[in-house]
């Protein structure tokens, strides 16, 4: 599920239909509180799993999604790779519980970034290495 798609989504976004063709706007639907567990997560406007502030807009330049809290509207979809709260939810979705871990050569290197600065990093595999870093912002 997207995460613009969150029941919750409207205490974070404003969702300007208007500026979205009449044949796209299905995918701005909202799930139901009771079809969409949100595992306790906090919204995550940055996330692969959002839609970036004018995906599918009639026009160009056209913004169809605008922040509550204007310090998140440049970090509104867009993620090269999965953040944080993808994999966390992805974990809790098929019960992988012990974390975020990184398991083979095509996960080496990933960025991920969380907005909330909560990141919870398990490097392991038996067979290769890698390193990472945490960069916070202040």
Not at 51 to 70: H, L
């Amino acid at each position: 599920m997207h995460e613009q798609s969150r029941w919750d989504r409207d205490q974070y976004l404003t969702v300007d239909l208007t500026k979205v063709d009449t044949s796209m706007r299905y995918n701005y639907n909202k799930y139901e509180k009771e079809e969409n567990d949100n595992y306790g997560k906090q919204y995550d406007y940055g996330g692969n799993m959002h839609y970036k502030d004018n995906d599918m807009a009639k026009g160009a330049g056209d913004i169809v999604m605008i922040a509550k809290n204007p310090a998140y509207q440049m970090s509104i979809g867009g993620a090269i790779g999965p953040v944080f709260g993808d994999v966390y939810e992805m974990n809790m979705q098929y019960k992988c519980y012990e974390g975020m871990k990184f398991c083979c050569k095509e996960q080496f290197n990933q960025t991920m970034t969380t907005a909330s600065n909560l990141l919870v990093i398990q490097a392991y595999n038996s067979f290769y290495y890698t390193t990472f870093s945490v960069q916070y912002k202040l």
